[in-house]
């Protein structure tokens, strides 16, 4: 158990509709990253909030963004849902340091149709 | 940063030690190495990192050489509960926060 919980664990959209997935950080820590997990493929970096600002992105379009409330929870918004969206999306928390250890939710498995 | 190689797949008897090798050659001076491992449907959990020196934990003892350019996770007395993907990640301090770059990690199997 790692204390970082994320809603809802899975989750049926069609494609073109838009999604928000939500996140609760483990107690103490102050930032958050979203990670992109295919089938089979190990998870793939999509951003990460630090003061509920956005810092640091991967490579991924602006349909992806996200929120950081003042109790460091987050969410990840996807807009304009696509086929190639259906991924394991993971959270993950951490307290900001020159070496972090982050700490991963189970994630939510989004299947676009 | 620096890219990572690990064996695709390893396999190991319930018990004894498992040794996990990372090479790491293009490794800078800033750049921790990471293990994280990630049980089917789960996650990614932290195991340990380190920068220069071999560190030791709860799960696991981490051994990097002394040029760095490789290192070698050990579980001591594996588990079936230790069957797992387990990744391998270099990432600069103090600058990539929170970006991991995932390669396709070794698929350790603990065998009864």
């Known amino acids: 158990e790692t204390g970082v919980t994320q809603s809802p664990t899975h989750l049926i959209k069609t494609r073109g509709q838009q999604v928000t997935l939500r996140c609760s950080s483990q107690?103490?820590?102050?930032?958050v990253s979203w990670y992109q997990q295919a089938l089979g493929q190990g998870p793939q970096f999509i951003f990460q909030?630090?003061?509920?600002?956005?810092?640091g992105r991967g490579n991924f379009p602006p349909r992806f963004s996200g929120l950081q409330f003042p109790n460091y929870s987050s969410e990840l918004n996807v807009n304009a849902l696509e086929l190639d969206d259906s991924a394991l999306y993971l959270c993950?928390?951490?307290?900001?340091?020159?070496?972090?250890?982050?700490?991963f939710g189970s994630g939510t498995q989004l299947s676009v149709l | 940063d620096a890219k990572t190689t690990q064996p695709p797949s390893m396999d190991c008897a319930e018990g004894r030690a498992a040794n996990l090798p990372c090479n790491h050659s293009?490794?800078?001076?800033?750049?921790?190495v990471y293990w994280y491992r990630q049980i089917h449907s789960q996650g990614p959990q932290y195991i340990i990192h380190?920068?220069?020196n071999n560190e030791t934990n709860e799960m696991a003892s981490l051994i990097i050489t002394e040029d760095r350019k490789s290192s070698t996770l050990i579980l001591p007395h594996a588990t079936l509960r230790d069957t797992a993907v387990y990744y391998c990640?270099?990432?600069?301090?103090?600058?990539?926060?929170?970006?991991?770059?995932f390669g396709q990690g070794t698929i350790l199997t603990v065998h009864p």
């Open positions: 993950a928390s951490s307290l900001r340091a020159p070496s972090e250890k982050l700490f």
């Open positions: 107690s103490g820590h102050n930032t």
């Open positions: 909030y630090y003061r509920e600002e956005e810092n």
């Open positions: 293009t490794i800078s001076g800033n750049e921790y």
């Open positions: 380190g920068l220069k």
């Open positions: 990640i270099v990432q600069a301090g103090g600058t990539s926060y929170g970006k991991l770059t």
